[in-house]
Each structure stands twice: as structure tokens, then as C-alpha cells.
Nanobody
Framework: QVQLVESGGGLVQPGGSLRLSCAAS????????MGWYRQAPGNQRELVAT?????????NYADSVKGRFTISGDSTKSSVYLQMNSLKPEDTAIYYC?????????WGQGTQVTVSS
């Protein structure tokens, strides 16, 4: 069974940076979109950023992260990354990656990001 595994989370001070990575345990065929979502305590899971490979790499960002976060990825490696700069305490959450092909949606287990001084 294919698993998505996130890494790169941790504790960082406000204004700092982190780079999250997500890779599949084995190749996922015909991926057309990968993305990052986050869930803070007491909140619903929300979209952070998506990358659509079939449209030449169209990206979509939540307004709260535009200009600070950058998503990138490689569908041939079933991998997606999230560069997070100028982090704020309100970015604290568990970050999840997902991957879609035409058969199903895959989710990772999440990685904790904590922004605190």
C-alpha cells in the first residue's frame, strides 16, 4: 500500500524558515495534483498550497501564505515540497501532504510545525 511520508517539521522562531518534504513510499501513477494542508488545534484542516502537474505546474495558495510559502514538486518522483519563509505563530499546525490521481486521493500522516519564540 502506498504511503505518503512528510518530513522537515520542527520548532522555529517567528520570522524563520522551514522546508517540508513529502514523498511516496513507491511511485503513484498518473498523479495530476499534490498539495499541502494544515490543521491547528481546534480548527478544521485547511488548504495551504496545491501544485497541478497536468496544467504545466499551476500553483494555488491560501491568502494567508501568499508571498511567504512556495510549493514545488516532481510528479515522476511522487514528491512535493513546501518552502516556508517569514513564519508566524499562526502558522503553527500539523502539516499534511496529499496526492491525487484519477483513482484516489492519498494522505500523509502529517508533520508538526511550531512557530514560537
Amino acid at each position: 500500500q502506498v504511503q505518503l511520508v512528510e518530513s522537515g517539521g520542527g520548532l522555529v522562531q517567528p520570522g524563520g524558515s522551514l522546508r517540508l518534504s513529502c514523498a511516496a513510499s513507491r511511485s503513484i501513477f498518473n498523479i495530476y495534483r499534490m498539495g499541502w494542508y494544515r490543521q491547528a488545534p481546534g480548527n478544521q484542516r485547511e488548504l495551504v498550497a496545491t501544485l497541478t502537474f497536468t496544467s504545466g505546474g499551476i500553483t494555488n495558495y491560501a491568502d494567508s501564505v501568499k508571498g511567504r510559502f512556495t510549493i514545488s514538486g516532481d510528479s515522476t518522483k511522487s514528491s512535493v515540497y513546501l518552502q516556508m519563509n517569514s513564519l508566524k505563530p499562526e502558522d503553527t499546525a500539523i502539516y499534511y501532504c496529499n496526492a491525487r490521481n484519477f483513482e484516489r486521493l492519498y494522505w500523509g500522516q502529517g508533520t508538526q510545525v511550531t512557530v514560537s519564540s
